[in-house]
């Protein structure tokens, strides 16, 4: 788990602000520019978390398709270029919301995830289900992960899997649907366990304080969303 000293609820808002900006957002008049900046935050995060070359990768794309809904380059063929600007809407509308979903995702545990949404009130309904969720990607990504050596240990290249499309898919999906339902079993267990389930109020050794940094962060993208809508 990588280490980003912000407070749960702000990596929350923030990716609220920028999702919602980046899905709803102009690409005519003077908001442009302030929507470029805010879609753009999720590429600083990634660089901060030592993400260089999927940073910058990403930096490139999101301007890129920024400057290609927002100048029009109509000097191409109408097909070619309704092509182009859906490909570059449809990267700056969904890109950054990943991105920043990723963010989350790398330098928040479970723990604090959890503890985040019940300070804020959250209903169990859905605190548990993104408890579950937090767990249950990683864990599925890396028994794939396993599948995939021990395919390759037994000779499935990527050659013979378009080769053998059915022994692959056969070698592939059903012992990963094995191992999901295994594993989904087991974690409905331990939340119960862990008494995630419980309508009453549970205690946490994880104490949250506003610092002067997520004060900072959250008035400084608050004033990024205003800005875009006033001006």
Same mark, same amino acid.
């Given at each position: 788990m990588i280490k980003m000293q912000i407070d749960p609820r702000i990596k929350?808002?923030? !990716?609220?602000?920028?999702?919602?900006?980046?899905?709803?957002?102009?690409?005519?008049?003077?908001?442009?520019?302030?929507?470029?900046?805010?879609? %753009?935050?999720?590429?600083?995060?990634?660089?901060?978390?030592?993400?260089? +070359?999927?940073?910058? &990768?990403?930096?490139?794309?999101?301007?890129?398709?920024?400057?290609?809904?927002?100048?029009?380059?109509?000097?191409?063929?109408?097909?070619?270029?309704?092509?182009?600007?859906?490909?570059?809407?449809?990267?700056?509308?969904?890109?950054?919301?990943?991105? !920043?979903?990723?963010? &989350?995702?790398?330098?928040?545990?479970?723990?604090?995830?959890?503890?985040?949404?019940?300070? !804020?009130k959250f209903p169990n309904v859905l605190t548990i289900p993104f408890a579950? =969720?937090?767990?249950? &990607?990683?864990?599925?990504?890396?028994?794939?992960?396993?599948?995939?050596?021990?395919?390759?240990?037994?000779?499935?290249?990527?050659?013979?899997?378009?080769?053998?499309?059915?022994?692959?898919?056969?070698?592939?999906?059903?012992?990963?649907?094995?191992?999901?339902?295994?594993?989904?079993?087991?974690?409905?267990?331990?939340s119960l366990t862990r008494g995630l389930s419980v309508d009453a109020a549970?205690?946490?050794?994880?104490?949250? +304080? =506003?610092?002067?940094?997520? +004060?900072?962060?959250?008035?400084? &993208?608050? %004033? %990024?969303?205003?800005?875009?809508?006033?001006?």
């Amino acid at each position: 788990m990588i280490k980003m000293q912000i407070d749960p609820r702000i990596k929350l808002l923030s !990716m609220v602000l920028i999702s919602f900006i980046a899905l709803t957002g102009t690409t005519t008049g003077h908001a442009v520019y302030p929507r470029l900046v805010i879609i %753009l935050i999720p590429t600083f995060c990634l660089l901060y978390l030592h993400y260089y +070359k999927a940073g910058l &990768l990403c930096f490139f794309i999101l301007f890129t398709g920024w400057y290609i809904e927002t100048f029009q380059l109509r000097d191409y063929h109408a097909v070619v270029y309704s092509l182009i600007f859906i490909i570059a809407n449809l990267f700056t509308r969904f890109l950054p919301a990943a991105l !920043m979903g990723f963010v &989350l995702f790398k330098t928040t545990s479970v723990e604090m995830f959890i503890r985040a949404l019940e300070k !804020m009130k959250f209903p169990n309904v859905l605190t548990i289900p993104f408890a579950v =969720m937090f767990r249950f &990607l990683p864990v599925v990504y890396q028994e794939s992960q396993n599948i995939k050596h021990a395919m390759r240990m037994r000779g499935m290249t990527t050659l013979q899997a378009f080769l053998h499309p059915i022994r692959y898919t056969e070698m592939r999906v059903v012992p990963l649907i094995n191992r999901v339902v295994k594993i989904s079993n087991e974690l409905t267990a331990a939340s119960l366990t862990r008494g995630l389930s419980v309508d009453a109020a549970r205690t946490s050794l994880i104490v949250f +304080k =506003m610092t002067a940094t997520d +004060k900072t962060i959250a008035g400084f &993208l608050i %004033l %990024l969303v205003l800005f875009y809508y006033v001006i």
